[in-house]
């Protein structure tokens, strides 16, 4: 049966268009929504793929209405895929208790406790959601086999993550205040204690300092995609929960020559601060997502 | 004694600062909020004032967060001003019944019905703000001697009610698909009602169409602000709302040849649309603000 998804609103901006879908997700047993935006270019021929993974407590709208990434994903003619943070509706029992655990808290990975059983947004994100940008006939004229990926706090621990773990399936990564090392951040000791269970050597797959440290002990001469991250000196998660230094330390000992590492000087983990170097991300990957 | 403010946040943002402040209204009587965006030039020397006023539903945040105008108000050097649109707290019997009456719909007007008298958005855009930014020390990097004024829907017929019963005050001016004849609109109708009573006399004098309509009879050769209007053909308040064909022939009629209006098509009544077109609206107004 072909995939189906319900188109549930639309906004023109900068010539292209802004579509946000509902759809029917197997992986994850509940309705999911997402938002694409086409930019102008689209309506003439194929258009790679930007997918951003948004952080805790956002929805698939937060990006697509703050950020201010259209005007050059229009620019440069390249899609946005914004898809939300984790299933919801399904009614499992404290899944709304907490804003960092639960609903709108997905952390990008499959969990394996038996109460937390829906929560496989990794899954979703690598599998589910291209499967049906490749199959659905409304996004005929979307290109997913060119795809990158961005995020933004949690959002950047999935783009890391996932990139790190699929090198193939992506041309370029980027983050914004990603969450580097969430096995040492109470964030994601709480996620991957509550989704994946006590034992912590579960928890490396879904780390990307420690995916980096496996690869460097393994001696992995597979070349990583290029990254580019920003994080900003005055979030006042830096240093607790994000991290970048542990980042920057597990890319060199890795021989990862494709990261750039930035600190944006008193920018804080806004959409303030996300909007303001945007573009510089949305140039990054259509350089790669354009080329030849 | 001198004005008080108290800044509540603080994010930095394209090299300059949103600073979202709350201080005591004499006028309304209230505690208000607004945000200012500084350019990075504000650090360096005085830089000029562009009001935004909202529409309806809104507070003081909603452009700030979505209209990505600090980009080119950055690159401009010129300061965004967004205050929010009505008296709230008030606790005025029946004020958050309707979202197109009372809270978060202030119509930038005076009231004269003994319940709403805290309704006087007029004065407050037109006295008390400006006031205010001259005096509090904070301020001191603004020159509200340069103003001009921008809205949207409700704040775009404040911005061409404002601008054209105090054309010496502003510069130009500009409106993003403003509510333009609200005398013959049902917004305005249910807000003039309520707030100024059944004598429609006493309407005209917020009314964009009527008070040009009144420069044509009195043969008023006082010049006018330059004007720059955009409105979106996919609007559904367009025509029973917004009306610009009625703006566009009380403009020709009282010759004011410095009025742009355009229509874009596709565009409806988002920040989307506002988002796309924000540029040329910063643009036009630095070109007057910043000329000698």
Redesign the interface.
């Known amino acids: 049966m072909a995939a189906t998804v319900e188109e549930i609103s639309v906004?023109?901006?900068?010539?292209g268009y802004?579509r946000r879908y509902k759809h029917r997700s197997t992986v994850l047993g509940c309705d999911m929504t997402f938002t694409v935006y086409f930019p102008p270019v689209a309506e003439n021929g194929k258009v790679p793929v930007l997918y951003y993974l948004s952080g805790l407590t956002c929805t698939d709208e937060n990006f697509i209405?703050?950020a201010?990434a259209?005007?050059q994903a229009a620019a440069r003619g390249i899609a946005l895929v914004a898809p939300d943070t984790s299933p919801r509706g399904l009614g499992v029992e404290g899944e709304a208790e907490s804003w960092d655990f639960g609903v709108g808290a997905g952390f990008y990975l499959n969990a394996t406790q038996e109460k937390w059983r829906a929560w496989r947004m990794y899954d979703y994100i690598v599998e589910e959601l291209p499967a049906l940008l490749r199959s659905a006939p409304v996004f005929a004229s979307l290109d997913p086999s060119r795809a990158s990926l961005c995020g933004h706090s949690m959002g950047g621990h999935g783009a890391l993550v996932i990139g790190l773990r699929n090198p193939q399936s992506y041309r370029s990564l980027s983050a914004f205040a990603p969450i580097c090392n969430p096995c040492n951040a109470p964030w994601g000791v709480k996620a991957f204690t509550g989704y994946l269970g006590e034992d912590r050597d579960t928890w490396r797959q879904y780390d990307a300092c420690e995916l980096l440290r496996d690869r460097s002990a393994s001696s992995s001469s597979a070349s990583l995609p290029p990254l580019l991250v920003d994080s900003?000196s005055?979030d006042k998660f830096l240093e607790t929960q994000l991290q970048p230094g542990a980042l920057r330390a597990a890319a060199e000992a890795a021989g990862w020559s494709g990261a750039t590492l930035r600190m944006q000087d008193?920018?804080?983990h806004?959409?303030?601060?996300i909007?303001?170097f945007i573009d510089d991300h949305i140039n990054f990957h259509a350089d790669r997502l354009l080329a030849q």
């Open positions: 906004n023109r901006q900068f010539g802004n209405q703050k201010g259209q005007r900003g005055a008193g920018y804080d806004s959409y303030f601060f909007s303001t």
